[in-house]
């Protein structure tokens, strides 16, 4: 680049000469007036018409009239620009110079100096604002005047907003461009294969936006063979997902040095080229891609010529290739992110002696730490500045090195299992910024005179590990430390005093430090701190006045003992946590943090109302103010207001002393995902408007244990992600309905809440270290209360215990087959329990308890193979229990209450195959029936048989009645002696 910009300085410097010259030869022949010019003008006319023939490509010539006065731009051009500027809404007046004839002197245009023709537009926006959609930026679309400038050899269009609007298909007739920049443009749909047209193309950028998706997309590749000359290819963030052969018709560019391919869904790759035509790339970026295949063999470990390699995360497993200690050129490589399979870089990195930057980070990269640094570079002229080995499973001590890496700048080795005491060479590594040893199993005592050698230190994390720091109380360090990570360390009962000098910190984490006061000193030295973490200590006291002057924006000072009010927060926090303190009073009418996106609250002593102000923040995503004793009504807008849509995503009120019917405020808040209004005092019935409408993306609803009444809105049954619905302990009345199977989250049959998993990875937002927004969620389930966190986004949970419900239990629940946890315990519930039942195969907890059921149990409940608590008692169930798989694993006291049941584990025997129809009183069983059956038949027969022979045999018939006459006389007698015997006893007792 330097060189052509010489060369180009020369040429136009020997081109001014020439005209020059000329000229004056001239006017100083012009008086002899000779037949023929002298030799000396002929030689210099030939070098003049030898430049303008062969001017270099990048050279603008001047022309022998720019010498004397200035050229302005050609009309048809001019027009064209000024068709461009009509275009463009321009709301920073970047084009108001865009005015007057000579176009070349407008801001962002060159013309050639030779020809007049523009040859150059630099009009990208304000590179801060590249992202933005708004800001310091020209917005429109791109207009087809821009055919007209043919000459056109530069277009910067980049960082501007072209409204989602495609890529023009007439760029393509701009055949003389070299440089096409329409990065972060705001750009939609297909890149026009036209682009291949533009065949002197050497440096093209096409980056899009990875939010909320790729917004730009290409087929396959296949234009890009025709640009023979390109040599700068970035498309970022260019959805390629369809581009099979990628590999292939990048091969097809040889005079390619840089290729950028961050995250553009690539999936397959190829393990050789036949014929590798990419002999002078330099730089390949394919970062973010999901290729999950082997990361060798791969076509990247034979290019020799790379000095950059970025391959993090790709979704690569295996070790990494000895090819690459082929690869002597190579200064930057970045793996994080991948998975080594617990294996260790190969020997063979010894041999790459201009290695300068080595990423490793979170590779699943196994071994002895002083194995692998002796595996490291091993040159006399050792380049490497970078070193980062943090999140693998790297163990041993860390070597007693005689020749340490002394250009190292920064050494991470964060979160592994690293042992023993810190090597004295780490503390002559003077040019070190960057040293992280956090989260491992290091030990000893670090002192000041070590530390005091790295003078040039930015980022020390030595938190999470079992070292000391002992330092005098009035040692000041060297460096002006901008990020501290001291978490876990015995720093207390009071904060470091050598801390105060460090005034420059931008991150502070001291959290469970034992720090039990914070001195007035603190709020002030770290005023400037864009983080500040001081959680999980015993400080007791008020929070300052003063804190809403500070430019924090994530600030953690939960689970301390923090009392007094809430006061003012700083004007830029944006992340903001108290919770577990002992705050108190009401909560202040004005914040004053526009910008608050996070705001945790819970467990404290909180009383009065919510505040309007606090929903009126444009930016609040997450509220938490759980755990209070806040009562009142939730604010609504005023009638005379226009509603806002706002941005919250998850609310939790849950255990405070709250009234009033649904908030209607939350028909606002289209993004809500997590609404927790459990253990308050709401009443009413739920308001029609619960449903797809107003609440799509709900996921998880609690309405536990509070006043609500009526039915369920058949609305609430159509939220597609609603996978967590708790309506215990109200009111509720009427039947289940029947929409409830259509809950599709509750039937998906693979997968998990997305939506959930992001609140809970994304909650707090920490810098350095991810924070898990819900510490605590307590799901009641499997009968007792449980508490979870990041497994939130697969709890699958339907839960309608003790309410007023009545009807039977919806025919189709088997249709939910994603449930974990079912309850309808405590209702009037009627009917049979549904066959389908047995479909719920993730079944894990069953409460049916307390209700009016009837019939059998369905046979298929003995498929719940998952099905870990189970209970039907008291209901009016019948028959035989089934005995399979996990029914047979509960004992009676899931099934007392229920008189008709029979069989194992009870002690009521079923005497043969028992049916519902054998109730008690109306039926007996089948053997019985079959006894008196038996005994009828017999009895019939036997009498039968004695009258035949009585009646067909004279002499049986005659002494069988005289038999008969005999014993009826036996008896006779016997009767009136008794009966004369008894009147004698009574005469004799009344005497």
């Not at 002078?280 to 470990?301: G, H, K, M, Q, Y």
């Not at 005659?958 to 008896?971: H, L, P, T």
Request: proline share 5%; with cysteine; hydrophobic share 40%.
């Amino acid at each position: 680049m330097i060189r052509s910009v010489i060369h180009e300085q020369i040429y136009t410097f020997a081109y001014y000469i020439c005209i020059h010259s000329f000229t004056q030869k001239k006017k100083k022949n012009r008086m002899a007036e000779p037949r023929f010019p002298p030799p000396e003008t002929l030689k210099i006319a030939l070098l003049c018409l030898l430049l303008s023939l062969f001017p270099p490509a990048t050279a603008s010539i001047p022309s022998a009239a720019s010498t004397s006065s200035d050229r302005s731009c050609i009309a048809d051009e001019r027009a064209a620009l000024l068709a461009m500027k009509a275009t463009f809404f321009d709301p920073n007046s970047r084009l108001a110079s865009w005015q007057g004839e000579d176009c070349c002197s407008w801001w962002g245009v060159r013309c050639s100096n030779r020809t007049g023709h523009v040859i150059k537009l630099r009009l990208r926006g304000n590179t801060d604002d590249c992202l933005s959609f708004y800001g310091d930026k020209l917005r429109g679309e791109m207009s087809y005047s821009l055919v007209s400038l043919q000459k056109l050899r530069y277009l910067d269009l980049s960082c501007n907003n072209f409204n989602w609007s495609q890529i023009p298909v007439f760029l393509g007739s701009l055949p003389s461009l070299r440089y096409l920049n329409l990065s972060h443009g705001f750009f939609y749909g297909s890149i026009p294969p036209q682009l291949g047209n533009i065949s002197k193309l050497s440096y093209l950028d096409l980056t899009s936006y990875n939010y909320p998706y790729n917004q730009l997309y290409s087929v396959d590749l296949s234009w890009l063979s025709h640009l023979s000359s390109l040599k700068y290819l970035v498309m970022n963030y260019v959805n390629l997902t369809t581009a099979m052969d990628w590999v292939d018709e990048i091969n097809m560019l040889p005079a390619l040095k840089v290729l950028y391919l961050q995250q553009c869904g690539l999936r397959k790759t190829v393990p050789f080229l036949r014929r590798s035509n990419l002999t002078v790339l330099e730089v390949l970026d394919i970062s973010w891609n999901n290729f999950r295949t082997t990361i060798a063999p791969n076509w990247f470990w034979n290019i020799t010529s790379l000095t950059f390699l970025n391959i993090r995360p790709c979704g690569f497993y295996g070790s990494i290739p000895d090819e690459i200690g082929r690869m002597a050129s190579l200064e930057e490589v970045y793996f994080q992110g991948n998975n080594l399979m617990s294996t260790m870089i190969p020997s063979s990195f010894r041999n790459l002696c201009n290695l300068k930057v080595l990423g490793l980070q979170g590779t699943n990269t196994s071994g002895d730490i002083r194995e692998l640094i002796e595996r490291l570079p091993n040159c006399p002229w050792n380049k490497l500045q970078q070193l980062g080995l943090s999140h693998n499973n790297i163990g041993g001590t860390l070597p007693n090195w005689s020749e340490p890496l002394a250009n190292l700048t920064v050494l991470l080795l964060s979160n592994n299992n690293i042992t023993g005491a810190i090597p004295s060479w780490i503390w002559t590594l003077t040019k070190l910024n960057f040293l992280d040893l956090s989260s491992n199993k290091l030990n000893g005592i670090v002192k000041e005179d070590q530390l005091g050698n790295l003078t040039d230190l930015l980022f020390l994390g030595l938190g999470n590990t079992h070292l000391q720091i002992k330092v005098s109380s009035n040692w000041i360090p060297p460096f002006k430390l901008q990020a501290v990570l001291l978490q876990s360390l015995q720093l207390g009962p009071e904060v470091p005093p050598w801390l105060r000098s460090q005034t420059s910190i931008q991150h502070l984490q001291i959290a469970n430090t034992s720090i039990t006061t914070i001195p007035d000193w603190f709020w002030i030295v770290f005023s400037r701190a864009e983080f500040l973490d001081v959680a999980y200590n015993q400080i007791m006291g008020k929070l300052p006045a003063t804190l809403e002057f500070m430019a924090a924006k994530t600030m953690d000072l939960s689970n301390n003992r923090f009392t007094g009010m809430v006061p003012k927060f700083p004007i830029n926090v944006t992340y903001m946590y108290l919770q577990r303190n002992s705050l108190s009073g009401p909560l202040p009418s004005d914040f004053g943090a526009p910008l608050l996106q996070s705001l945790t609250l819970y467990d404290n002593l909180i009383s009065g109302t919510i505040p309007s102000s606090l929903f009126s923040l444009e930016h609040l995503e997450i509220l938490d103010l759980s755990g209070n004793i806040l009562g009142g009504e939730i604010p609504i807008y005023q009638e005379d207001s226009n509603p806002r849509t706002g941005q919250l995503i998850v609310v939790n009120l849950n255990s405070n002393n709250l009234s009033g019917e649904f908030p209607l405020i939350f028909r606002s808040y289209p993004r809500l995902v997590f609404l927790d209004l459990s253990y308050n005092q709401f009443s009413g019935n739920l308001p029609l408007w619960m449903g797809k409408k107003f609440l799509p993306i709900l996921s998880l609803l609690r309405l536990r244990s509070n006043m609500f009444s009526g039915h369920i809105p058949t609305e609430l049954t159509k939220i597609d992600q609603l996978q967590f619905l708790d309506l215990a302990e109200n009111y509720f009345s009427g039947s289940i309905p029947d929409s409830l199977v259509n809950l599709s989250a509750m039937a998906r049959t693979s997968g998990y809440s997305v939506l959930l998993d992001e609140i809970v990875l994304t909650g707090q937002g920490a810098m350095y270290d991810i924070i898990f927004f819900y510490e605590l969620v307590s799901v009641q389930t499997k009968g007792q209360q449980l508490e979870f966190s990041r497994g939130i986004s697969r709890v699958v949970n339907l839960d309608l215990s003790k309410n007023n419900f009545t009807g039977a239990i919806p025919q189709d629940i088997g249709a939910l087959v994603a449930l974990k946890s079912l309850n309808f315990s405590w209702n009037l519930i009627n009917g049979e329990i549904p066959e389908t039942i047995g479909q719920l195969k993730q079944l894990e907890s069953l409460d049916l308890s307390h209700n009016e059921l009837s019939g059998e149990i369905p046979s298929s409940m003995q498929d719940l193979n998952a099905l870990g608590t189970m209970n039907l008692t008291y209901n009016n169930l019948s028959g035989r229990i089934p005995r399979g798989n996990t029914m047979g694993s509960y004992d009676a006291s899931s099934y007392i209450g229920n008189i008709g049941l029979c069989g194992p584990p009870l002690t009521r025997n079923c005497s043969g195959n028992a049916t519902s129809k054998d109730l008690p009183g109306n039926h007996v069983d089948l053997e019985h029936i079959s006894l008196y059956l038996g005994m009828a038949i017999g009895f019939v027969l036997s009498l039968w048989v004695v009258l035949c022979l009585l009646l067909f045999k004279t002499s049986w018939r005659k002494s069988y009645f005289m038999f008969v006459d005999r014993q009826q006389k036996k008896i006779s007698v016997s009767v009136k002696i008794r009966c004369a015997v008894l009147k004698r006893k009574l005469g004799a007792n009344n005497r």
